[in-house]
């Protein structure tokens, strides 16, 4: 049972637009979430992190919005640069918990020129 | 200051070999993971460790061991390698439970 899921595999968007990212959870137990960015032959680099007590979190160009009602988040990156072209997972932890994160399949972004 | 580390970057196997993948940082980190990436799937935690000497189950333990003797160090063993154990091999750190894990650059396994 996939706990976290991120629904799109891939997303296209031009550069200089918006590209939204988004991911869903199951466990309402979760209340710290991430979002890592990965490169082709590299580790995933985290990029943004919000708590559940915030609703939103803003670095930048990166937001990431969270509506615990809907078990909801999503990545926002304003505006969207090729070098953002990138995989992007989410992942989500329940603080009381394990030292475990469970991370989305991830969702391929190219940004194009 | 070279972050995480990986070693090696690929290796092929045959069924039933065994090998070691060694993870290092240099970031005084007290926690180390192994993770794997399947095609199709998120990152998995394999185990991992709370600090030097102590590690623990996670997700997909199986046919895996780990070791952590050393704080900056943490080996993954494969005893007797399937193809099911075909995969990217991930390691990451953090400074404490609740902190941004750091990952190496990944190995990519793959066993015939």
């Known amino acids: 049972d996939q706990q976290v899921k991120q629904n799109s595999p891939s997303l296209s968007v031009q550069e200089g637009r918006i590209s939204i990212l988004n991911c869903d959870y199951t466990n309402s137990m979760f209340d710290y979430f991430l979002w890592y960015k990965k490169y082709p032959a590299e580790g995933p680099t985290f990029l943004i992190s919000?708590?559940?007590?915030?609703d939103k979190n803003e670095d930048g160009r990166f937001t990431v919005f969270l509506n615990k009602s809907a078990k909801h988040l999503s990545l926002h990156i304003v505006p969207s640069q090729p070098g953002d072209s990138a995989v992007y997972f989410c992942?989500?932890?329940?603080?009381?918990?394990?030292?475990?994160?469970?991370f989305g399949t991830g969702t391929r972004l190219k940004v194009l020129a | 200051n070279a972050g995480v580390t990986q070693t090696p970057k690929f290796r092929v196997l045959k069924t039933g070999q065994s090998m070691t993948l060694l993870c290092a940082q240099d970031m005084n980190h007290e926690y180390m993971y192994w993770y794997r990436q399947d095609p199709g799937m998120g990152l998995r935690l394999i185990h991992y460790?709370?600090?030097?000497?102590?590690?623990a189950k996670g997700e997909v333990p199986d046919g895996y061991n780990v070791s952590r003797l050393k704080k900056q160090n943490f080996l993954l063993g494969l005893e007797s390698a399937a193809p099911s154990q075909t995969s990217v091999y991930f390691c990451?750190?953090?400074?404490?439970?609740?902190?941004?894990?750091?990952f190496g650059p990944g190995t990519r396994l793959l066993v015939l």
């Open positions: 990451a750190s953090s400074q404490g439970q609740l902190e941004t894990q750091y």
């Open positions: 919000i708590s559940s007590i915030k």
């Open positions: 992942a989500a932890r329940a603080t009381s918990g394990t030292y475990k994160y469970i």
């Open positions: 460790s709370v600090g030097e000497g102590t590690t």
